[in-house]
């Protein structure tokens, strides 16, 4: 977790506005949610590139592993007892990781693939040991928020959250915003990720605001973490 009210006033620290003329409460809210999504997505893309050169360098395996550390905030899981082909995905899956059926982990195949071998006869079929899901609609045009697991059984999901909405809660008085831990969220990431949350929502906050030396602030200091951290 990191403190969204910690981000705040380092945030407004940074824009060099005492009185929050610049970004009041509703504009860091918005930008907050923002960078914290972009920070989640970057994940997935910085996994996917590190992960292929993995095997080869030492160095690009720690980035892995410290990339699938910060994602551990936001991973979680659901089971599902019951003996079905289909299973729903949960609301608040942001990206699907492993469908586990009776302590197997199923292939993920495509749409395609998924109806040959499921009608391809007992050569091609999948089994108990080697079960497959999907997650394409079978019918062209439709959405289907769940997954088709053969052979039926129970399965769990595990899978990465969308990280909730933050949100920096206030009172006014004497037409100021003064914080109120009471009606606040926090972000649901990892603590590391606090200077990173700054340096995006002041970047994001100086576009909005028309304020090239801002963001230009904020996008040369977030670059130099990122290179610092892949020293």
């Not at 006014?172 to 972000?187: Q, R, S």
Request: charged share 20%.
């Amino acid at each position: 977790m990191v403190n969204v009210d910690s981000v705040y006033q380092r945030v407004l620290a940074l824009a060099n506005k005492e009185q929050r003329g610049y970004i009041t409460p509703q504009e860091f809210i918005l930008f907050a949610n923002q960078a914290q999504l972009e920070i989640v997505d970057q994940y997935f893309y910085d996994l996917n590139q590190f992960e292929r050169t993995r095997n080869s360098s030492s160095e690009f395996s720690d980035m892995v592993d410290l990339i699938e550390e910060k994602l551990g905030t936001l991973a979680t899981f659901i089971d599902y007892p019951t003996s079905s082909n289909n299973h729903p995905i949960p609301s608040s899956c942001y990206r699907l990781n492993v469908v586990d059926r009776s302590g197997i982990i199923a292939e993920k195949v495509t749409k395609s693939e998924f109806i040959q071998m499921v009608n391809g006869g007992p050569l091609t079929s999948p089994t108990n040991r080697n079960p497959v899901y999907m997650h394409e609609p079978l019918t062209a045009g439709t959405i289907d928020n769940s997954i088709r697991l053969h052979p039926a059984g129970p399965c769990s999901m595990k899978y990465i959250k969308k990280p909730a909405n933050i949100n920096w809660g206030y009172v006014v008085v004497n037409k100021v915003a003064l914080y109120d831990p009471t009606n606040t969220i926090h972000f649901e990431l990892h603590p590391m990720e606090e200077t990173e949350l700054v340096y995006k929502i002041l970047k994001l906050a100086g576009l909005a605001m028309r304020r090239d030396d801002v963001a230009q602030g904020g996008q040369g200091l977030e670059s130099m973490k990122i290179q610092q951290e892949k020293q």
